[in-house]
């Protein structure tokens, strides 16, 4: 599988492929699926439930809102901060097939 995501400090990312991914079939266009913002999912002001929060600088669950048609795919964050795996699915439940994880490549400094 060839989709990867590159994170930057600003909360945006680009992706490649990432249409090839099964969580990609929910959105609109899978095949539009190449940039847009991410957050940390972060305990809302009550603590009775998460929120995507820009403010959230530590998680293990994303939010990842493409652009243009703002359709948003979570990804589960598992592993240790220096060998860290993300799982994009719509359900924690059903995790990923074993090629749907992108792996941190510290090389490239991108998921793949």
């Known amino acids: 599988m ?7 400090a600003d ?6 492929h990432f249409d090839e991914l099964p969580v990609a079939s929910g959105c609109g266009d899978p095949a539009a699926l190449s940039s847009g913002r991410w957050a940390f999912y972060a305990p809302d002001e009550t603590g009775s439930r998460r929120t995507a929060d820009d403010a959230a600088t530590r998680g293990t669950v ?3 809102t493409f652009s243009p048609d703002d359709c948003t795919v979570h990804a589960y964050l598992f592993g240790d901060e220096d060998d860290p795996v993300l799982c994009p699915t719509r359900d ?3 995790g990923c097939r074993a090629d749907g994880y992108l792996r941190w490549d510290n ?3 991108i998921m793949k």
């Open 92 to 94: 924690p439940d059903d």
């Open 11 to 16: 909360r945006t990312f680009t992706s490649e």
């Open 62 to 64: 994303l939010s990842l």
């Open 107 to 109: 090389e490239a400094r």
């Open 2 to 8: 060839g989709a990867s995501l590159t994170f930057r």
